[in-house]
């Protein structure tokens, strides 16, 4: 049985796993700032980070959250995996080796 390339349905996997960690990366890539914070208290903090990093650990959170939450954010993510997903499905190459640079000389 073959897959349609443009098939629109999505299996669990795809909709509890794949779409929310595409959501994570491009969140963790638009609260970069706030990442940058957290990641600089925590190396200057030591072990003591947990009392002293909460106001940078709540910006975070607050930032990632309000991406979590956002049907918007959500459906601009899903259409990004269908499209990566489509391209699969006609060159059989997943996304990650089609970017790699192939090499000019052997």
């Not at 909460?54 to 979590?68: D, G, I, P, Q, V």
Request: hydrophobic share 30%.
């Amino acid at each position: 049985m073959a897959l349609d390339p443009a098939e629109q349905h999505l299996r669990h996997v795809e909709k509890d796993v794949l779409i929310p960690k595409i959501m994570r990366e491009k969140a963790r890539e638009r609260c970069s700032e706030q990442v940058q914070d957290f990641t600089k208290c925590c190396k200057n903090s030591g072990l003591l980070m947990v009392v002293k990093c909460r106001k940078e650990n709540s910006a975070l959170k607050e930032c990632l959250t309000a991406y979590y939450n956002d049907p918007a954010f959500y459906e601009e993510c899903k259409m990004e995996y269908l499209k990566e997903r489509e391209e699969f499905r006609k060159t059989g190459i997943p996304t990650k080796k089609r970017l790699q640079k192939l090499p000019t000389s052997m």
